[in-house]
């Protein structure tokens, strides 16, 4: 019992306090920190000074609830550490606690500016919404809108990203696409390039991203399409932004494809008179369909997806998959609010529209090619335009001739697309022979040229398409028909060529063996 209590007995040191004793008593369950603050307070030192104990002869006596007892004939003494390691160790403290309050502030500021700023375009998209095409409010809120986001990037703001490329296993799940006003740069087009946009020999390849949004923003205000279908301007541009970021960057099947074909299906419709011709739906279906045909284009084609038993054939049991999948990426962007072109259409007309624009991607299957091209030339002779049937099938028909239509393009605007299909073509004829499936000859690296890969394809399938079109419209001849032909003879003079240097190569091996022996 002795021993037990004992261990519950307060300690007493006693300390030299200039030249006087000072008694301190300390309970043995005292933390050092606590025994420290106490032994500041006795010494008349302030508190969360460093301090450190020395007995008479000079030796340092640790700082803890077992420290040693002395007696008032050996007093310990409290000597504070010095000054200037404190003040250095308090300067590094106080930057330290400077630079956390700074951040601390700029991140609240921050905060502050991203709910005013999108507090502030919320409202001016309402007005936008509100006041729909009258221009002078349009404008005046597009200034806005431009300022406060001049403000916001020199404030280090930034823009919310979106990315919205389909993906298989989120099935239920909807894309967030941006909810601020899409920020690409506007491009104003000149007159020269307004006129140059409505014909086939219109050079693609001189043209940004941002630039070719501008451009299919600018055909559907010329086609009447926005005015027509009460389109909301900036819901326009949010969807053609959602559908560059869903073409992914393959060497053909890409953004710039998409612009191609829809920019020949706009001069198509110039060249042929289609406004007369056609219903404005009629035309919103072309262009939506020509934009949205190739959407999330893996670049290995259908052939590729069925022997290789891919998701997208499993899904589509083997039916056009790729197409299926772009139909099916294209409404799911048209199914978010932000991005819906047609939310002001009556449900049974954008019932009707969704179906023909799905027939018409679903048409760009070549496999397709043979039965829609034989089905147009049995109505092409007596052509009645007040005939849905007869409209249907021209509509397959002119998405079909757009989609393969870079031959039609002047030859310096031509030949570099068929190296971007080239070098698609090799990609999967290798992934192919690497994972033991069929490999097609025109896409084999060790058996294609440029030359035998184009004949065929202009003689046989583009030619006799776009010469079947012509009987209904004469004027596509010069434009359109007659730079296949130029394309047909170039590339069967390139083969003559390479036939030529061929057969020059195995006379020289031949007559190097005949030497050899001799």
């Not at 106080?94 to 309050?101: D, E, K, W």
């Not at 998209?125 to 809108?145: F, H, M, P, S």
């Not at 393959?250 to 494809?257: G, I, L, T, W």
């Not at 039609?408 to 971007?420: F, I, K, L, N």
């Amino acid at each position: 019992m002795g021993s037990g209590s004992s261990s519950y007995a307060p300690r007493t040191i006693y300390l030299d306090v200039d030249g006087k004793v000072q008694k301190v008593v300390f309970s043995r369950h005292c933390s050092p920190c606590d025994i420290k603050e106490l032994l500041c307070s006795s010494s008349n030192i302030p508190r969360n000074t460093a301090i450190m104990v020395v007995d008479p002869e000079g030796a340092m006596v640790s700082i803890d609830p077992t420290m040693p007892t002395n007696s008032p004939n050996s007093l310990y003494k409290v000597i504070p550490q010095s000054t200037g390691q404190l003040g250095e160790k308090e300067d590094v403290l106080q930057n330290v606690l400077s630079q956390v309050a700074e951040q601390f502030s700029r991140a609240f500021q921050i905060t502050e500016l991203k709910t005013e700023v999108t507090n502030k375009l919320a409202m001016l998209e309402r007005r936008v919404e509100l006041e729909g095409l009258k221009v002078v409010e349009i404008e005046k809120c597009k200034n806005d809108l431009r300022k406060l986001r001049d403000e916001m990037t020199s404030r280090g703001g930034s823009r919310v990203n979106c990315q919205c490329k389909y993906n298989f296993t989120d099935d239920g799940k909807k894309v967030t696409p941006r909810r601020d006003v899409p920020t690409y740069p506007k491009y104003t087009l000149s007159e020269e390039t307004i006129e140059a946009l409505k014909k086939p020999t219109f050079d693609v390849w001189h043209w940004e991203h941002n630039e070719m949004l501008s451009c299919l923003e600018y055909m559907y205000h010329d086609l009447g399409l926005v005015r027509e279908f009460n389109m909301n301007p900036i819901t326009l541009k949010r969807w053609l932004l959602a559908i560059q970021e869903n073409y992914r960057n393959n060497p053909f099947h890409n953004f710039r494809h998409c612009f191609c074909v829809s920019q020949m299906m706009y001069g198509v419709i110039h060249l042929c008179n289609l406004l007369d011709k056609l219903t404005c739906t009629d035309m919103v279906i072309l262009m939506t369909a020509a934009v949205c045909h190739d959407l999330d284009h893996p670049g290995y084609n259908n052939t590729y997806q069925i022997n290789a038993r891919t998701e997208l054939a499993v899904r589509y049991n083997d039916i056009s998959p790729l197409e299926n999948h772009h139909c099916a990426v294209a409404f799911q962007i048209l199914s978010l609010p932000e991005c819906n072109i047609f939310a002001n259409v009556d449900p049974e007309a954008f019932k009707q529209i969704r179906q023909a624009i799905i027939t018409l991607i679903l048409a760009t299957d070549m496999a397709k090619h043979g039965e829609i091209l034989e089905s147009f030339k049995q109505n092409v002779d007596n052509f009645d335009f007040t005939n849905a049937e007869h409209v249907a099938c021209l509509r397959m028909v002119l998405i079909k001739c757009c989609d393969i239509s870079n031959e039609v393009r002047p030859t310096e605007v031509a030949e570099p697309w068929v190296d971007c299909l080239l070098e698609e073509y090799f990609m999967q004829s290798d992934r192919e022979k690497s994972e033991g499936l069929p490999v097609a000859p025109f896409m084999d690296r060790d058996k294609v040229t440029k030359p035998t890969a184009q004949i065929g394809f202009i003689k046989f399938v583009l030619i006799p398409m776009f010469e079947t079109v012509m009987r209904l419209f004469p004027q596509i001849e010069e434009l359109m028909v007659q730079p296949l032909r130029d394309s047909r003879d170039h590339y069967e003079e390139l083969k003559q060529l390479e036939d030529a240097m061929t057969e020059g190569s195995s006379f020289m091996i031949k007559f190097r063996k005949k030497l050899e022996k001799t």
